[in-house]
T-cell receptor, first 113, second 115 residues
Framework: DSGVTQTPKHLITATGQRVTLRCSPR?????VYWYQQSLDQGLQFLIQ???????AKGNILERFSAQQFPDLHSELNLSSLELGDSALYFC????????????FGPGTRLTVT | DQQVKQNSPSLSVQEGRISILNCDYT??????FLWYKKYPAEGPTFLIS?????DKNEDGRFTVFLNKSAKHLSLHIVPSQPGDSAVYFC??????????????FGKGTKLSVKP
């Protein structure tokens, strides 16, 4: 158990809909990262938050957005969903320091039908 | 353009023997490298890491070697056990200057350890 929790575990929704994925980082971790894993792709970095502020952006679509709240949990919002958005979405957290070990949650499997 | 490459999609070894998983990278700005293990239906689990100022890091049965001039790293598992069967991801990041970058992952190598 990494200490990172993600809800829900599975999500099935229709095209055009909007969903929210939730992540609680490990106790004490200020950084939260979101990654997407599609069938034919590796883990792709989407976005990073540090202590409530956006720190870095990767291959995140404009239809997707995220935020980190004062209690450090984070939410990833996916809107106008398309079939190609079906994937595993992972959240990871880390402590700011001289290393960069990120600890991953169990993921949310999103299926868009 | 893939910055981190794991050219072997799969590897099969006998229990008790050595498993060697390879990873190549192209970005010379990477200064921190990590290996993750992933079982089906679970998130990646951190295994071992190495800073670019070192060329070897060992943790129990796991050793990571870094060859900066060749932009190559490898993970050695000795001895291999059936429970090591999983997908192994190599990842790289840039943390110089006190910042912490996101991880760039390879596509993974599926390791099967046969009893």
């Amino acid at each position: 158990d990494s200490g990172v929790t993600q809800t829900p575990k599975h999500l099935i929704t229709a095209t055009g809909q909007r969903v929210t994925l939730r992540c609680s980082p490990r106790s004490g971790d200020l950084s939260v990262y979101w990654y997407q894993q599609s069938l034919d792709q590796g883990l792709q970095f989407l976005i990073q938050y540090y202590n409530g502020e956006e720190r870095a952006k990767g291959n995140i679509l404009e239809r997707f957005s995220a935020q980190q709240f004062p209690d450090l949990h984070s939410e990833l919002n996916l809107s106008s969903l398309e079939l190609g958005d079906s994937a595993l979405y992972f959240c990871a957290s880390s402590v700011v320091g001289i290393s960069n070990e990120q600890y991953f949650g169990p993921g949310t499997r999103l299926t868009v039908t | 353009d893939q910055q981190v490459k794991q050219n072997s999609p799969s590897l099969s070894v006998q229990e008790g023997r050595i498993s060697i998983l390879n990873c190549d990278y192209t970005n010379s700005m990477f200064d921190y490298f990590l290996w993750y293990k992933k079982y089906p239906a679970e998130g990646p689990t951190f295994l071992i890491s190495i800073s670019s100022i070192k060329d070897k890091n060992e943790d129990g049965r796991f050793t990571v070697f870094l060859n900066k001039s060749a932009k190559h790293l490898s993970l050695h598992i000795v001895p291999s056990q059936p429970g090591d069967s999983a997908v192994y991801f190599c990842a790289a990041s840039t943390i110089s200057g006190g910042s912490q970058g996101n991880l760039i992952f390879g596509k993974g190598t599926k390791l099967s350890v046969k009893p």
